[in-house]
């Protein structure tokens, strides 16, 4: 009865290890190129990283519009306002809004349309990705990170997930712990 208790846990373990290939289906429209802007109100990049950032966001815009913006709302939806910026300036076109909010010290990550039939499961995992450049204050790395990772959604490429591997790893070890604790007490009995 033990060892079928001890294989069933090892097979779990397996399971939740288990890491798919991304599976994104994005179609770009032909010769269609989309819009990028920046909406830096919280003043966090130089005109230079502005400039660089509008270079990065090119692999993106095949695919949809990019905003990058920055604001300071402190206690209001910052949510709600990062998918509203977008809505205002592109409707329901497919595109993205990378937003850093200073007031809520929040990061948002929304996307529209088609993209969002691609990004919605790697959403957190990039902002996840993203956020310890934010809080030292590398917020031109910051976005431009963001910017690569949606990239390579995109692209069906696969993005670091840290806290998976982390969790998986964490996973795997309850069936070795398991196993040492039956066999011990055999050895003990």
């Keep these: 009865m033990r060892k079928i208790f001890s294989v069933i846990l090892i097979l779990l373990s397996l399971l939740f290890c288990w890491t798919g290939n991304l599976e994104a289906a994005e179609q770009v429209q032909a010769g269609k190129m989309y819009k990028a802007i920046i909406l830096d109100e919280a003043n966090l990049l130089t005109p230079e990283e502005e400039q660089q950032l509008l ?14 913006s920055t604001v300071r709302l402190k206690g209001r939806n910052f949510e709600k306002h990062s998918e509203d910026t977008y809505y205002k300036h592109f409707g329901n076109e497919p595109g993205v809004n990378f937003q850093i909010d200073m007031g809520n010290r929040k990061l948002t990550l929304s996307s529209s349309t088609a993209m969002d039939d691609v990004l919605r499961s790697e959403r957190d995992t990039i902002v996840d990705n993203i956020y310890r450049m934010a809080t030292n204050k590398q917020y031109y790395a910051c976005a431009s990170e963001c910017f690569r990772e949606i990239k390579a959604v995109l692209h069906n490429e696969e993005i670091a997930h840290d806290m998976k591997y982390i969790t998986n790893g964490i ?13 011990r007490e055999r050895a003990v009995a």
């Design 55 to 68: 270079q990065d966001v090119q692999p993106i815009l095949p695919y949809g519009n990019v905003i990058f």
């Design 171 to 183: 996973f795997a070890l309850i069936p070795l712990v398991t196993f040492f604790a039956v066999t």
